[in-house]
């Protein structure tokens, strides 16, 4: 299993972006997506999550109103789309799926200047 996060940067407050988790190695329509990140000095936190097949989503307080994920089981592919950025979303963001065991990508950074 093998997920690959893309599309991280460096964005000025209020921005956005759209950071993609290319999943293989599974039937990616069978198991729930989670996004992730990390901040550096503080532990691993979870973003934002996604069901295998009826879209039932959840997120952090801290991102509710201003991310959305979203999947594309077609081409194993999902997505969190990040708006009204602030320096505090600052992070390495990685997407996960939970097979046997939790399993991560390599991470994107996000960086957020005020």
């Known amino acids: 299993v093998q997920l690959v996060e893309s599309g991280g940067g460096l964005v000025q407050a209020g921005g956005s972006l759209r950071l993609s988790c290319a999943v293989s190695g599974i039937t990616m329509d069978e198991y729930a997506i989670g996004w992730f990140r990390q901040a550096p000095g503080k532990e691993r936190e979870g973003v934002s999550c996604?069901?295998?097949?009826?879209?039932?989503?959840y997120y952090a307080d801290s991102v509710k109103g201003r991310f959305t994920i979203s999947r594309d089981n077609a081409k194993s592919t999902a997505y969190l789309q990040m708006d009204s950025l602030k320096p505090e979303d600052t992070a390495l963001y990685y997407c996960a799926t939970y097979t046997s065991r939790l399993i991560y990508g390599q991470g994107t950074q996000v960086t957020v200047s005020s």
């Open positions: 996604i069901s295998a097949t009826d879209g039932i989503t």
